[in-house]
């Protein structure tokens, strides 16, 4: 690697940033069964303490996620200052209309008007609480769908989201963008009402730009070509960001960069060769995973590390090789110069750029060493775990 | 269709065993939400009084499968008699070595000896339970699996998983079957340590001739040919049963013949071609659904009138003249000797078969008429409905 | 169905047009074999033979696609007359980038100018030929794509579609549309530069309104709920067609319905319920199939036939008790009037409808009863039958 | 890695042996295509030539197995000689019963005993051509399979089958194993007779302890997990061998390694876990891939240098440490270790393997540098290129 590639992918490592979702701090499982953990926090204050440790510890998570109502407390502003106290901030408002009985047939696309109208009511709510806490992203998952053949009319439910969708972005501050995310399938199996990017991209082109895709990348049918998707997305002006993951089969919601580290480094490749790596692209990286069996801190910490090694990976691409080689037709050529990078062990980088950055070149073993596993065990015995619906 | 055949359709319809489920009665749903229902049981014994009721109006479905510990009373005997009275028995004991801390990792493949010991000891009394019910069938699904490559060693998983069926299968009364049921994923997310029939087969093949594969329709990877395997299955002597349900994507659990009717019908052709559907075949066929919209007791209804539907038109097919066409290599030919059968609109014979054993012939509109629905809504107001942990 | 049900559907499938594709009369096959027929045609011409020989059986096929080169005769004005001599006309042109060696590293997309330039000038010759046929579509199926990872830049090779498309539908005449097809994979394995209905989608909506959405029903990712995706183009107006085969695991190009008859009769209900089974609707109904295994004609008649029961179907739903279902949220209810509709055997309607317009009330019968399977293979046994390719 | 680990590690690696297959060195394509290339062997000594310049080159690929008709010749010792001349020896036999027309149904498994008679033959011939190659491996492949339901008897082809491979495998010298593939699909499209890993060990099992699964990395369900299945076989005994190469979607026959380079390293993993990466343990490395874009010998090369890689990093996994977290239930300790390896650059050690071995440290570098495919361009450009059906 020449020495201009080597400067950016240092300067761009140091100032990427990746979001943690305040929900992956707390309890998570399938539905047959959650598994307790020691050290859960109880509060949403307790989640931005173990966000900031995370963020102390890579120095490159300073936000983290909320979930409504999950994280809903009596005075945001608060928890706003008290995330600032602690070297974070606020980040993506995400509204949770799938969790009440209310919503077993839907919460927008909803056939009773009344439901839709509650629902619509929550997602402004969720776009008041973004004003509060400063966020600029509002990232809508709907989980409406329907589970048998002419449960529903498809048409008419679109209908009825574009509506909906449309009073909540215009109600929306002009620093707010709409992410709408799609999901191939669960919690319903036979119709989602956005179960693929061409759904969410058709319906951000009616709302207006600052509607964009969020792409979950644990939610495409098996076999979808992700990084293929990225870049028409990026080429429309669309992607609004990404919520990472791993899936072998549904959405299965392990560390990102587990289930198949190549296309992680495929993904991060698109994403640097349309320039969404420079930290004002306005393409947000973002972090959605349910720990059903791994501890939940450094479970996050190691996929903060796989997204950096990927990063890292897709920063070393040669691509004035590889792009000679592309308009060449040199089929094994071009092949071979991206190879190189994926091949490359990035880890002695990633460290040095730590310890840059005054931090650990190893966060998982600080984190280990530091105690505060221990500390939260300890602290956090009494009371009630939060958790999904908690 | 000539008279033999006819004859013949009417003789096996009548006689036709269709097991429902005791978990199917109670609240069940996604990972992201239960949504409660009214008139939900709230004990064993309601569960067998929604049984009786679907027994009562369909009059193919005499027995209920029972779920340890979810079903578990002090005295099963009395619980048998109480079926009993209601005209129903007790069926498959499915034991459940999935919903405690300690199965984290896993049950009988679990790395810790402890909590295989437990697990083996919860197999052993479901033997025992099976004994004192009377039941002849013990379905055994191990939830087993790993998220992370590296996670386990697959291979002492399989011995251990081995040397725990070894115990229970010697333990076993000769009356006594152990269905292996496999899935292709969830709740793990890498392996599954039953993941396809052929895992199940290989760990049959070394514990006994009393050990049978268990299909259950929806734990398949996408596209896989289930009539093919149920075939083969077939031929080696080692189907066991079924678990009837539909998926469009992953263990989708909805109704049987709601999401492919066509595919039903193959499979019930194929097991009609082995001379299956004949009461003494040995292979059992139970529903596994959880309904997460609908209603409990009509979803049961339906259910098992779409089985009916699927095994009429598979007794309506001129196997004379398939076997011709298939034989002197007329594709087309052999193709519309079989879809000529799923074409037919059965619902007549049915109605008729249905009237013959005194039966209503519309068996979901006799319930709807018939006021159970409003009873049980009434009745259970108090009290904790059951669901799946419950 | 009550008398008004019953007229309209009568109405629509008297007047309903399928489009037969030229090359499903010549030979076809895997990579593995092209299994030879006899009876094939040897000429364009003799394709034409073969498609009016179906529409004259079933009365509902009165047009024939064509592929070029494959179909290229010296006066294509002639062969239109030679067609409306034998009572069918010459349907939607589908151009052919994909067989020569220049188009190794794609058509359009090539990184090579001159390869593009090539396959423009053979758009713009088959926008010409459209215009010489009075043909209205003109069907683009892109074969480009990319085998491996960095074999070439993504959003590059959708630049350069975007620019040939420009060209090409900026020289159609205005009664001409531009269908744009996307498939899923094949034949090429890594990346297809329009694998998805979004794609297509946002290359047209740059092109014009002109510029519509091609559905081949065996080209989409496993899983896929295509009568979802219809809606949605139907609801933005850009659902320009069909291409009906079935598909069990790829491009497997099976008769149309054999696969999932239910899936099929989704799908013309969600078209039904658009308004698209109008005759001015503007949506064409094509099919697209290669008949490995089976005598091409009568296979031709078989689908025919299929699509036309699953329509039959279609418009037998009870639309009102349909939507008063669906807006109370009674979800067993709703389902169970669309498979009232499904489960109904539409097959002495539609023989009534072809009598009605002087048909026999079996085509397929007719076929084979009528001599013209056995004069093909008598009269063509010379000469180099046609194929793809050829 | 410790002392042992590196020595280990290098003595595997230069004891391995990975067989390339004749067919890879011909022109091959898809269904829509082949794309011709220069240098093409046309016979099949030049096809020896080929293999024995990427053994020349590599140092881990002795021998070449053989497509029969495509390879036949007049005198298979003659072709042995030939072979061992250039230092390299003739490897597995693999028959071809689905390119000719009366294969249409199928070969073993055909309805027409004729054909069966003919399928068998040409088995048995190939048994004798093994014999007089020295060939210990009898690869069989069955295209055997239906497009439709109904077409043909599922249960009868099995049992045709296994009267087939029954007469085929007492044939067989002692020293010869018959090793059954299997195929998810393609080149049929409804079933296919052996279309997973749990038919081949049901038909082997029946056949005797010579007769062992064949896997094609290929060939496989979306979301199947590989390594799982591969440890089971080991674990049974009976897994033959492997043809290797990469799947994104169906048998996209691409170079190994090329599409999920993970996965290739895991099933490495479960190789040496099971100690079959020592030299004699019966498990046979072989290619299979067809090249439709990228020039043949070099691919060749770089997939041979992707299972060295995969290898070596399977060799690196520091199995104490991983069993150690394994057995304490250490979710992301076990996985660490295992990606410590994958993350590991190991082309240093192999270039280090390489020069140890007197080889050039980079073998395609020295292909490009050497001349050889210029030499067979040039003269080769005369005659009929080689591919299948040729």
């Known amino acids: 690697m020449n020495e201009d590639t080597a400067t950016r992918a240092r300067r761009i490592l140091r100032a990427q940033r990746i979001e943690t979702p305040s929900w992956a701090y707390g309890n998570s499982g399938t539905r047959f069964k959650v598994f307790a953990q020691a050290g859960i926090p109880r509060t949403p204050y307790e989640k931005i303490d173990d966000a900031a ?30 995330a600032a106290d602690r070297g974070i901030a606020l980040g993506a408002i995400n509204p949770n209309v799938f969790q009440e009985d209310d919503y077993r047939l839907g919460s927008v696309c909803n056939p009773d008007p009344a439901v839709r109208r509650k629902a619509v009511d929550h997602l402004l709510e969720c776009v008041e609480i973004g004003r509060a806490t400063g ?16 449960q529903d009319d498809i048409r008419a439910r679109q209908d009825r989201m574009g509506e909906a969708l449309r009073e909540v972005y215009d109600r929306m501050p002009e620093s707010m963008r709409l992410l ?3 999901k191939f399938f669960e919690p319903h199996f036979y119709t989602m009402d956005v179960p693929d990017w061409g759904t969410s991209f058709a319906q951000c082109l009616r709302l207006g730009e600052r509607a964009q895709v969020l792409v979950d990348t644990g939610h495409h049918a098996p076999g979808t070509n992700i990084e293929f998707l990225v870049t028409i997305l990026l080429r429309e002006g669309r992607l609004g960001g990404f919520h990472f993951n791993s899936r072998n089969y549904a959405d299965d919601d392990l560390l990102v960069g587990a289930a198949d580290p190549f ?51 897709a920063l070393l691409v040669d691509r004035a090789r590889l792009g000679q080689a592309q308009v060449s037709g040199d089929v094994l050529g071009a092949h071979a110069v991206l190879m190189d990078a994926f091949s490359t062990d990035v880890r002695p980088l990633l460290a040095d750029v730590r310890r840059d950055a005054g931090l650990d070149p190893d966060p998982l073993a600080a984190y280990h060493r530091g105690g505060y596993q221990q500390r939260i065990e300890e602290e956090r015995a009494g009371g009630a775990a939060m958790g999904w619906g908690a």
């Open 53 to 82: 440790k995370v963020h102390e510890l890579t120095g490159v998570a300073p936000s983290i996620a909320l979930h409504i109502p999950w994280d809903r407390v009596d005075d945001f502003g608060a928890l706003a200052r008290y």
């Open 263 to 313: 296309q992680l480094f495929r993904i991060l490749h698109e994403i640097e060769g349309a320039g969404a790596l420079e930290p004002d692209s306005g393409v947000e990286f973002m972090l959605d995973q349910c720990h059903n069996l791994e501890p939940k801190v450094p479970a996050m910490i190691r996929s903060i590390m796989n997204v950096q090694e990927a990063t890292a990976k």
């Open 135 to 150: 966020s600029r992203v509002l990232s809508v998952w709907l989980a409406d769908g329907t589970n048998y053949a002419g």
């Open 180 to 182: 709408l995310e799609y």
